[in-house]
């Protein structure tokens, strides 16, 4: 059974930084592709950043040169790195995978809010 867990959420002022990180079980972890989603209040959830087995990243353009997702194989570790955090970048950020048969799994979130 995968089981992902986030951390590193809080509280932070505009301009600020944060380091999410995202512990995974139950997979061969460096054979998954593995993705940062966010969801704020009244809105679809989205994809922040994604990096693939291979180590290449994605990222929506409003993160774009703020986030760095990377990752620890050795830790089965996933992280987002934030920085110049901004009042829009407020939600809960979620940590996702999907298996061969594109069953998504997902953590329980963590909520980075910014305060401007």
């Known amino acids: 059974q995968v089981h992902l867990v986030e951390s590193g959420g809080g509280l932070v002022q505009a301009g600020g930084s944060l380091r999410l990180s995202c512990t995974a079980s139950?997979?061969?972890?460096?054979?998954?592709?593995m993705a940062w989603y966010r969801q704020s209040p009244g809105k679809q959830r989205e994809v922040v950043a994604s990096?693939?087995?291979?180590?290449?990243?994605y990222y929506i353009d409003s993160v774009k040169g703020r986030f760095t997702i990377s990752r620890d194989n050795a830790k089965n570790t996933l992280f987002l790195e934030m920085t110049n955090l901004q009042s829009e970048d407020t939600a809960v950020y979620y940590c996702?995978?999907?298996?061969?048969?594109?069953?998504?799994?997902w953590g329980q979130g963590t909520q980075v809010t910014v305060s401007s």
């Open positions: 139950g997979l061969a972890f460096s054979d998954y592709h």
């Open positions: 996702n995978t999907q298996n061969w048969r594109s069953e998504n799994f």
């Open positions: 990096l693939t087995r291979g180590g290449i990243p």
